[in-house]
């Protein structure tokens, strides 16, 4: 399982699917609201699983789930001072998860749980590459929030050390500067080719810096523009961490957008390459197979699916149907699917991949 998912992501993950599974995700922020305005907001949630419980299963069934969500409602923390909550319960199963995102009330009762919004809460961090380039060197970055450590590279980082790749020196000034230039040239595919590594190893937004000349240069031997989320222009080489982390803050405040950018130059890069599942059923197909390395899907896009006759083929749902051979959403599934096999997920705005039918995955091979 992704190694980067929290310990109490795992454990609503790894429970047992069993009908039926209820899941309860609200807004909760006692510091904000009264108790009796979040009681009564949880007293119809709570109606409703009932009222749906009753309709769907038999009396027994209905009655065990109904007293675990009760309980569980009963001993609230009251004191968080997180933004929402998740519940989930089943015959053999019973959690609560406090979230640190706003969320709209959503209720699910299925064979699995609802997990995006646990996994979307866990989301919220930081972190991108850096890139700055001069005359004389190069230096790279890795941005936690507010912070910048340096990477220390397993090439020299500096122009001089590569002035025995350059042709020999001749008289004239201007095979001097062709030399220049060619010094230049070397050290930048140098640089380019420590990327790989390091990109490979990351996998996050990168910002370039650097002088007009310089980025020019780079710009047109660089195998990694769709990594680049924004360059920007200037002479940065005797900058402070401190000046780095200022010029920096008006992209990092707009993370989303840095954000965005970047899935879609890794979703047009995997296009290319032929590795991107677009699509419901092309996505089950291929995470079915464990084929993936990251789930882009909107927010809020849900699928109602229906199971076929191979596991790794879903259709969507049509009435007639099975109650108990539907997916009430594949999304969830999918999502689950793809953490437990190594790959990650990340989250879009509603809208941002309409050409793409919603949801995509980008594919290890």
């Given at each position: 399982?992704?190694?980067?998912?929290?310990?109490?992501?795992?454990?609503?993950?790894?429970?047992?699917?069993?009908?039926?599974?209820?899941?309860?995700?609200?807004?909760?922020?006692?510091?904000?609201?009264?108790?009796?305005?979040?009681?009564?907001?949880?007293?119809?949630?709570?109606?409703?699983?009932?009222?749906e419980l009753l309709a769907e299963y038999p009396g027994e069934m209905s009655s065990l789930v109904m007293a675990k969500l009760n309980a569980l409602i009963k001993n609230l923390n009251f004191n968080t001072y997180k933004k929402s909550i998740a519940l989930y319960v089943s015959p053999v199963f019973e959690k609560v998860l406090y979230?640190?995102?706003?969320?709209?009330?959503?209720i699910i009762i299925d064979e699995s749980f609802e997990i995006r919004d646990l996994v979307?809460?866990?989301?919220?961090?930081?972190?991108?590459?850096?890139?700055?380039?001069?005359?004389?060197?190069?230096?790279?970055?890795?941005?936690?929030?507010?912070?910048l450590v340096r990477i220390i590279s397993d090439r020299p980082e500096q122009i001089d050390a590569y002035v025995n790749e350059a042709p020999e020196r001749v008289a004239n000034f201007s095979d001097v500067s062709d030399r220049k230039e060619i010094m230049m040239k070397k050290f930048l595919y140098h640089i380019d080719h420590s990327l790989d590594i390091v990109l490979n190893a990351y996998h996050l937004p990168l910002f370039v810096m650097g002088t007009d000349r310089i980025l020019g240069h780079f710009k047109q031997i660089t195998r990694h523009e769709k990594a680049i989320v924004q360059?920007?222009?200037?002479?940065?080489?005797?900058?402070?961490?401190?000046?780095?982390?200022?010029?920096?803050?008006?992209?990092i405040d707009d993370w989303k957008k840095v954000k965005e950018k970047?899935?879609?130059?890794?979703?047009?890069?995997?296009?290319?390459?032929?590795?991107?599942?677009?699509?419901?059923?092309?996505?089950?197909?291929?995470?079915?197979?464990?084929?993936?390395?990251?789930?882009?899907?909107?927010?809020?896009y849900m699928f109602p699916a229906q199971h076929s006759s191979s596991a790794d083929v879903i259709e969507k749902l049509e009435e007639p149907y099975n109650r108990f051979s539907y997916i009430k959403d594949a999304v969830d599934d999918v999502i689950e699917r793809v953490l437990d096999n190594g790959g990650d997920v990340e989250f879009v705005d509603e809208g941002l991949l309409q050409p793409y039918e919603h949801i995509v995955l980008i594919n290890f091979y």
């Open positions: 399982m992704n190694a980067n998912i929290a310990p109490e992501i795992r454990e609503v993950m790894g429970a047992l699917h069993y009908r039926p599974s209820v899941s309860i995700i609200l807004p909760f922020e006692p510091k904000m609201n009264l108790k009796t305005e979040l009681m009564y907001s949880l007293k119809i949630a709570v109606k409703k699983v009932e009222d979230l640190d995102v706003p969320v709209e009330e959503k979307y809460s866990k989301k919220e961090l930081h972190k991108y590459l850096v890139l700055l380039l001069s005359g004389r060197e190069s230096r790279m970055y890795l941005g936690n929030s507010g912070d360059i920007i222009h200037g002479n940065y080489e005797e900058s402070s961490l401190v000046e780095l982390k200022e010029l920096l803050q008006p992209y970047d899935l879609l130059n890794q979703i047009e890069e995997a296009a290319g390459k032929k590795k991107l599942a677009v699509g419901m059923t092309a996505v089950w197909r291929d995470a079915s197979h464990k084929k993936g390395q990251l789930l882009v899907v909107e927010k809020n």
